[in-house]
């Protein structure tokens, strides 16, 4: 598996890839499955930014914390939704290993964005697949 976004997918929330010809190889050959978890939540792109309030994405698991875009709504729901379906979707399937961006409250592996009060550690989609067993290596 790899974030959709660096298999040059322009999934960002400012409408951009980035970009890594590897993955994008990888992708194309079957070797890799590009998820975006913003947009299996339905999201478009571009969108506003969105960051986590109140910890990380372990903590929206343990229902603590919020996920919040720029404008202030809380779209907590929608992306446990969306990460939900994707493990539900591949629940037979999850892959042993993960390549997913850095950065990003969603896909951050050790680093969800520095949210609003600066906390970091795993993302939302991070965390769930680490819950899972998928073994997660962070790619800035
Ligand atoms: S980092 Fe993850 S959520 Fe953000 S655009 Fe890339 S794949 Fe989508």
Not at 12 to 27: C, E, H, K, N, W
Not at 103 to 119: A, K, N
Request: charged content about 15%; some cysteine; hydrophobic content about 40%.
């Amino acid at each position: 598996m790899v974030s959709a976004c660096l298999a040059g997918y322009s999934s960002r929330y400012d409408a951009t890839s980035r970009l890594i010809p590897f993955f994008s190889q990888g992708v194309v050959l079957g070797y890799f499955l590009p998820i975006c978890p913003e947009m299996w939540a339905g999201w478009s792109a571009p969108r506003l930014k969105v960051s986590i309030l109140g910890g990380n994405g372990r903590d929206l698991l343990a229902g603590r914390g919020r996920l919040i875009d720029e404008a202030g709504l809380d779209l907590t729901g929608e992306l446990l939704l969306a990460v939900s379906m994707i493990l539900y979707n591949y629940r037979n399937r999850l892959p042993p290993i993960a390549y997913l961006k850095e950065g990003s409250p969603s896909c951050g592996v050790s680093d969800c964005g520095m949210g609003h009060e600066g906390v970091s550690g795993p993302g939302l989609f991070s965390a769930a697949l680490s819950a899972c067993g998928v073994q997660l290596v962070g790619v800035e």
